[in-house]
């Protein structure tokens, strides 16, 4: 029976223990299974390679995601470097120019070393892209393509859209056209979305990713990473990869991933509600200077949005205007935390040029756009006038006039300067 998304969270993967019988999907708390003999195990033989919570949460996101198979890891992270491992030295990817810093730091300072490259490029622009998977012709537009040659080291676009932490939305299909025709895997972090509100396979890609401890988990109590594919060889693969690595999610934190599913649909409606209509407050309140969010109508990748998910979640990012002082502005906060993560049930704000994208070097931070000013914010599902009341006074107290900064404070550091 082919189900709809809403009733595939709850009963989607294993739906319940066929061994006893239970309702929930337990948690198989062991390292290794009894074997019948030699060469004769019941179909388990070590967690590491596989358990059976963890299988049911693999089994769960591969339906979500309408895909064909599914992988759990220790941490988003564990995820990414698990799939990045498909590449060999001499591979180059191409990377979203807004992308989550810890993904930008393993490439940069990790696979780099292995001879794994990356290009940065605004995968928005779907020239930039088609120009970049070029030699001898980056960066151009039109024109001169057709006659440069393809650059053979390229083996995957890996965007993220909307992109952390500028909402930036890239045009899946488009993109995945553009790989294919080119021979390119597309790679595509679904983390802000989760496939309640978009499911890039379905509009091409080849391999998605979440960073399972944001909305999946839902409930900021468990670090967890998935990937899903459709295609057998890519699966084959990443399952050798998987095991060979190591990063595997453990039992316990595979039953509160599931466990948290099984509310995606509904704290996703509330979230995106909640979204909505601070974006529109934000726009409105003559506080800011800039917001992003694809959800509104004046944002550059509203049609995209609409065209390719349900929704345009729940983050939201903005500057507020010059007369305001985004630190003071952090610390004046009462209901909304301050701290690193997105996508639990409590709304929480942070500070990307410091926290999730302090690895990106400053000067290709403030190429992208990603300035000293800029707030992140993840919207929880507290009621939505509580947490503009929220803004609204601390924003209010992050006042320069109110706050009477030393004139020997540098507005940069915070620090004195003499
Ligand atoms: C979009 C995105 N992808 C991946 C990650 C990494 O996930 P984790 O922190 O679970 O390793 C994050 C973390 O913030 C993220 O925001």
Excluded at 76 to 89: D, E, Q
Excluded at 144 to 167: F, V
Excluded at 234 to 251: E, F
Excluded at 326 to 341: N, Q, V
Aim: charged share 25%; glycine share 8%.
């Amino acid at each position: 029976m082919s189900l709809k998304i809403d009733s595939l969270l709850i009963h989607g993967g294993k739906d319940g223990d066929e061994t006893t019988g239970a309702v929930t999907v337990p948690v198989y708390q062991t390292s290794t299974y009894k074997q019948d003999g030699l060469g004769r195990t019941r179909g388990w033989e070590y967690s590491r390679t596989g358990n059976p919570t963890r299988d049911a949460l693999e089994k769960l996101i591969a339906d979500l995601e309408e895909g064909s198979y599914g992988f759990a890891f220790a941490s988003g992270l564990a995820a990414i470097n698990t799939v990045l491992s498909l590449f060999k030295a001499g591979d180059k990817l191409i990377l979203s120019d807004n992308v989550y810093g810890g993904t930008f730091r393993i490439l940069d300072n990790v696979f780099q070393n292995f001879g794994i490259t990356y290009e940065i490029v605004n995968t928005a622009d779907l020239d930039e892209v088609e120009a970049s998977l070029l030699k001898h012709d980056k960066g151009s537009k039109g024109k001169n393509l057709k006659k440069a040659a393809e650059d053979e080291s390229i083996k995957a676009i890996y965007i993220e859209t909307p992109a952390n932490p500028l909402l930036t939305v890239t045009d899946i299909a488009a993109v995945a056209e553009i790989a294919h025709r080119h021979n390119k895997l597309l790679i595509v972090d679904n983390t802000f979305l989760t496939p309640y509100i978009q499911k890039p396979l379905t509009l091409g890609a080849d391999i998605v990713l979440h960073s399972g401890t944001k909305y999946l988990g839902g409930h900021s109590d468990t670090v967890s990473g998935l990937a899903v594919v459709k295609d057998k060889a890519l699966a084959d693969r990443l399952y050798y990869l998987q095991n060979a690595i190591g990063g595997v999610l453990a039992p316990w934190d595979s039953f509160l991933v599931i466990r948290g599913i099984k509310t995606l649909g509904v704290r996703m409606d509330r979230h995106q509600k909640n979204a909505g209509k601070i974006a529109k407050w934000l726009e409105k309140s003559g506080f800011v200077s800039k917001v992003y969010y694809p959800g509104l109508t004046s944002d550059p990748g509203y049609e995209i949005q609409k065209k390719q998910a349900t929704g345009a979640g729940a983050m939201i990012s903005f500057v507020l205007n010059d007369e305001y002082d985004y630190r003071k502005f952090f610390e004046s906060l009462k209901l909304i935390t301050l701290a690193e993560s997105l996508g639990g049930v409590e709304s929480l704000v942070c500070h990307p040029a410091s926290m999730t994208h302090a690895a990106i070097p400053a000067d290709i931070r403030k190429k992208v756009g990603i300035v000293d000013e800029l707030i992140r914010l993840s919207v929880g599902i507290e009621d939505a006038d509580d947490l503009i009341a929220d803004l609204k006074q601390a924003i209010k107290a992050s006042h320069k006039e109110k706050t009477q900064p030393d004139k020997n404070t540098s507005k940069i550091t915070g620090k004195k300067v003499r």
